[in-house]
């Protein structure tokens, strides 16, 4: 569906899995993370209702399973713990062109639908691997959620530029994914 070029090798959910008091934290911070986002692109778009509606559902929700990876996390005895910094972010970040306001804005829509498909795609390698029943079944929720968002995202972006544009600038993000990718896997975070 997302076309992604490089995917997850299904041992790192055994990684995961290894430490779930840290994939959950690093998991809840992702979603505020990502509710964060969708409020600043409403900053970015506030003569477009329809768009801003959208985004407001969307940061609702990623707010909403924010409190549920926390209810979980509280579930099992831990605690929230402090926000962790995401390099794959971080690396995705340095990809989004400083161009003209919608260009910006286009590379905007187009960085959060490559979170979201690469998050839907870690869920997806979780749903399949992972031994405790629960999270599974939470996280293929999740992993629907996720590509939905990816949905959106790419929509909005093909509404806001050139479709073709939008298109190229696609697989250009989808070649640069590829290779920022292949230096995580290793570690107990979700883009990590």
Known sequence: MFRLKLLTDPRWANIAEGNLEEILTDHAWCEQKAATNAIGLITM???YPEIVTELLAIAQEELDHFNQVHEIIKERGGVLGRPRKDDYVNDLIKFVVQGSREDLIVDKMLFAAMIEARSCERFKVLTENIKDEKLKKFYHELMVSEANHYT???GFAR???DPEKVNQRW???LDYE??????????ETIHG
């Open 45 to 47: 778009l506030p003569e």
């Open 152 to 154: 959106t995202f790419i």
């Open 159 to 161: 509404q806001l530029g």
């Open 171 to 173: 697989e250009e993000w």
């Open 178 to 187: 590829s290779q920022i990718i292949r230096s995580y896997g290793n570690k």
